[in-house]
């Protein structure tokens, strides 16, 4: 370990942390901001956070590859154990706009449930710093770190509410839960550290290739299991999903949305560099148990969402089952698969963070009626969000001509290619499940009478705005997918 | 050089205009804002058309793509959003953004203080961007789109006034009937997609593409019939030919503008273009270029005899419609492809004018009738009569449209018409059979024109007495388009003068045969035969079509008494006649109920039992095995915390003992 701090003094670059170099430097002044302003006023503070979001968007962007280049444009530092490349460029412009769709939510929202505290927006720039560390992370111990960051914010962002008892156990269950997943993960690192001697992704990858017997190793197995359960908890798939519907249900809503999109990102990241690349000689192995793995969390999702009528856990056991559709590409693991995944998480995240939009703007005060009840003839009294939620659910459904359709036709495309064609029936058939849940939620909305009081949806602009800009990306991704895919093609190793 | 980078205003603001109409129309409330916004919408386009249709006349190079962004890309499916601007899409959208931009015109009057003002103007707008979609597009999935598009807006619009039920059932009926052509259209797409791909590693949709590796499927061969067969059905749909032309009439439930737009002047001439745009393939199947021309025919007397016996002044013009289709694909199937497109051009002139002076008279008459509180039907020629000097405008107009479509010389129909026949009879495809059908339809045709113009304008008035004093001439934003459109009808022609009459005149070359050169010139068939053969076939014809006037004017005018005479005499050939020859009732027992009886059955026989079954089955299945899951989720960390561990133990085992 010595070795590896004096390597990394050494190297120091900057450019490969720039983006998230710049959104902590934001966060850190904005800290500093909120002390200096009066109590109860946070617009300022969101509006910051945009523009460090903005920022970091360009800032992101100059390293960018494009196709045809001769010359890469990816950063690489700290003794190799960052690489900014076009994958952790992707990855991060889907993290920046779930962060900044959550942003532009949150500013009424805690006004209205009473919790104007200014350090939301920073916790959120830290988050999405996170995030970026576990998708431009080469080495373990950057990803463990990235995560780490990641999940402590999110700890915190769970429990806002302090007041609040279900914000509370949110924040206390995910912490809980995600120290003991993180423990194995750790125990993981350990094992394959113990085994190559290394904790660099790509050179685990090589001295495993050059080491056949390690392969059957029981420590590098036991190393792979543990480590595998580190990242299936963060994207909740089955059997470790089930923090998701406490912590979904009791946690802010906006942050609900973000957890949904950008953390499941940064794990789908960080999940698939450090296998496809580092235990790429395992890949029979690990595509064995993902293949199961995905099969039980897209049924376990689906199946339970049909017996929810609160519908933040609906959408939290559907956030379960998008995890094993995307999980479904990671089992095809070929060039259409693997920028599926990413095309599907930049999807996922327009119109998972959508629908949230909406509960947010149509919860009252403690959010108790955001139950299929409580959107009784909705669609007629709000038009114009009955249209939006309709839009975000079909596209959730996987209906053409939206952003679920095409994420879902490539993720599965790649799955039939590969030759998993009984995965693709598997997945299609459960996206045919989960019309029943999505589509209940169209039918109370335009079909049954509506409930007395609906004087109640107070539009706010920057939720209107999420909302047109998640609508905007589902149909610019369900009709035009063509130049994002090729941006996802380019960003896979 | 000459750039080509703005192709994608002419459909952009029309689209746009869709959608700030359809959005905020409601609020906005004014119907001049309304109607002005849609009308520059459409005007906009022309003006861009106009541009680029200039530019291209003067730039040596005829075929340009402008590529706009990648849609998908799937293996080796690559699709892109991309334009085509050669000579034939050009013309085509001078046609559908000229026209259109008159018929918005008139609609604003037209439509004045209907309910839906503005979902009016935002779907008319939408089916131009599609019909613009359809005839711009670079590959054959784009111009799907717009095929599709087009047909939504018809079925929208012919149901505009959606609570009465003969106006849905017809929309319906539009929609079904072109889905059957759609179908074929599709698989033909497939088919091509597939055989030139896999056969010949041509993995393409687009067209000029298509036309440059068409050559590998050789001619004649089986696939390339298939293929075009399969096209041609698309096109019948579409383009109200024989079998499926029964939609067209009905689709006269629309408002009159939609008429006038969508049912003459553009959607339905898209067959025509789409054959036109797959030229090549077309030249290489002979089999099923006969096929086309036997049916452009067959159609065009069919739907004329119909139209002989109508007493809707619309349903007259809308089989009419149908037999002009016919023409136009008669001469695509003798290889005329630019008589073709020529008459798709006149006919949109000619026919749109038609259709905007009945709407004309029949805004008047219900004006009129309603001042009445009479109950008549004020599309019903039977009411109307003398209306000439009530609206003088209307009726010049629709005299001079009706005496181009009936062909006589000097008018636009005239030479269209007369190239059509005369390749009918001596292209090398053609037969004077062909010639004979067509130049007895334009008899036919003359006829019913002059009949309805006398039935309508001339003669005694027989409308209601009280309801006379309130016809009256239409407002200028009516009568503005019906004069620009009347001129066109006379003069839009004079683009396209046969070589035996330029010749006669001195070296007048025809433009527009030369314009369309670099699309057909590869492909269009040579006309064999004397001058001579060619002038005596064309006064042959013409004379056919002044004794179809004189007849009319005859019966309809001078003996008025004539017709009752003919129908007590006749009465069966006219009952036929005027029952469509029972073609509607014939579908209706072959296919309509049979499918129907079939539908009943499979649902109480086949889904109530055996499909519910399943479905219910496993629905209370999984709606069990969710209420089972979800007392796994008791709420307590560690419960949660165990499933964790047990699932860790699990996967470990799982990869050490595998």
Known sequence: MENLAQIAMQDVNFGAIMPSLVLVCFGMALLLVTVFSPRGKTTHVAYLSILALVVTGIVSLATWTPAGSLVGNWQEGFGGSVRLDNFATFFNIVFLIAAGLTILMSDDYLKREEYPIGEYYPLILFTTAGAMWMASGTDLMTIFLGLEVLSISLYVLAGFFRRQERSNEAGLKYFLLGAFSTGFLLYGIALIYGVTGTTKVALIGEILANNPSLLTNTMTLAGMGLMSIGFLFKIAAAPFHMWTPDVYQGAPTPITAFMSAGPKAAAFAAFLRVFVIGLAGLQDQWTSLLWILAVLTMIVGNVVAIYQTNLKRMLAYSSIAHAGYALVGMVAANAIGLSGILFYMLAYTFMNLGAFAILVLAGKKGEDNLTLDGFAGFGFKRPFLGVAMSIFLLSLMGIPPTAGFTAKFYIFAGAVEAGYIWLAIIGVLNSAVSLYYYLRVMVYMYFRDPAEDYGWVKMHAGAVLSIVVAIIGVFYLGIIPGAVMEFAKLAIF | ?658
């Not at chain 2, 219900?366 to 405008?393: E, F, T, V, W, Y």
């Not at chain 2, 499979?602 to 979800?630: C, E, H, P, Y």
């Open chain 2, 1 to 658: 050089m000459y750039s080509y980078d703005y192709l994608w205003l002419i459909p952009f603001f029309p689209l746009l205009g869709a959608i700030i109409n359809g959005f905020l129309g409601k609020k906005i409330k004014s119907e001049k804002v309304i109607g002005g916004l849609g009308t520059l919408a459409i005007a906009g386009s022309f003006a861009v058309s106009c541009f680029y249709f200039f530019q291209l006349l003067n730039d040596p190079q005829k075929v340009h793509q402008q590529v706009i962004g990648s849609w998908m890309s799937v293996g080796r499916l690559q699709v892109d959003w991309g334009f085509l601007l050669d000579p034939l899409s050009a013309l085509m959208i001078l046609i559908v953004s000229g026209v259109g931009s008159l018929i918005h015109l008139y609609s604003i009057g037209y439509m004045h203080g209907e309910e839906g003002f503005y979902r009016f103007f935002s779907y008319l707008n939408l089916f131009c961007f599609s019909m613009l979609m359809l005839v711009l597009g670079n590959n054959a999935l784009v111009m799907f789109i717009g095929w599709e598009g087009v047909g939504l807006c018809s079925y929208l619009l012919i149901g505009y006034y959606f609570h009465k039920k003969s106006a849905g059932d017809a929309a319906k009926k539009a929609f079904v009937v072109n889905r059957v052509g759609d179908f074929g259209f599709l698989l033909g797409l497939f088919l091509l997609f597939w055989t030139l791909g896999s056969d010949h590693g041509v993995w393409t949709l687009n067209f000029v593409e298509i036309a440059a590796n068409a050559h590998l499927l050789g001619a004649g061969s089986a696939v390339v019939t298939i293929v075009t067969l399969c096209f041609f059905i698309g096109a019948t749909g579409k383009s109200a030919q024989i079998p499926l032309y029964t939609w067209l009439p009905d689709a006269m439930e629309g408002p009159t503008p939609v008429s006038a737009l969508i049912h003459a002047a553009t959607m339905v001439t898209a067959g025509v273009y789409m054959i036109g745009r797959m030229n090549v393939l077309f030249f290489m199947a002979p089999s099923t270029m006969m096929v086309v021309a036997i049916v452009g025919a067959a159609t065009a007397l069919f739907a004329a005899t119909i139209g002989l016996a109508q007493n809707d002044i619309k349903r007259v013009l809308a089989y009419s419609t149908v037999s002009q289709l016919g023409y136009m694909f008669l001469a695509m199937g003798v290889g005329a492809f630019t008589a073709g497109i020529f008459h798709l051009m006149t006919h949109a002139f000619f026919k749109a004018c038609l259709f905007l002076g009945s709407g004309s008279v029949i805004h008047a008459m219900h004006h009129g009738l309603h001042h009445a509180h009479s109950h008549d039907d004020p599309q019903d020629m039977r009411n109307m009569g003398g209306l000439r000097k009530k609206m003088p405008i209307t009726y010049i107009t629709f005299l001079v449209s009706a005496i181009a479509i009936a062909g006589i010389p000097g008018f636009s129909a005239f030479f269209s018409k007369d190239e059509i026949l005369w390749f009918a009879f001596a292209s090398p495809q053609g037969s004077p059979w062909l010639w004979a059908v067509g130049a007895c339809a334009a008899g036919l045709t003359a006829f019913y024109m002059f009949r309805l113009v006398h039935m309508t304008f001339h003669g005694a008035q027989r409308t209601a007495a009280k309801a006379r004093d309130h016809i009256h001439e239409s407002p200028l934003v009516i009568t503005i388009p019906l004069m620009v459109l009347g001129l066109l009808a006379v003069v839009g022609g004079y683009v396209g003068i046969p070589h035996v009459i330029g010749n006669a005149l001195g070296h007048i070359p025809n433009y527009l045969d030369n314009f369309l050169h670099p699309v057909f010139g590869a492909t269009q068939a040579q006309a064999h035969g004397a001058a001579s053969t060619e002038v005596s076939l064309m006064v042959v014809s013409v004379a056919l079509a002044v004794i179809g006037i004189l007849l009319a004017s005859w019966m309809y005018l001078w003996q008025p008494e004539l017709p009752g005479k003919f129908v007590a005499n006749f009465k069966g050939a006219y009952r036929t006649i005027h029952n469509k020859w029972y073609v509607d009732e014939i579908y209706d027992a072959m296919f309509i109920n049979p499918t129907k009886r079939l539908g009943t059955f499979l649902w109480k026989g086949f889904d109530v039992q055996v499909i519910d079954g399943i479905v219910n089955g496993t629905g209370k299945v999984i709606n069990a095995f969710s209420k089972g899951l979800r007392f796994t989720q008791s709420g307590f960390v560690h419960n949660y915390a165990m499933t964790m561990v047990v699932g860790m133990v699990v996967i470990v085992a799982f990869f050490l003992f595998r």
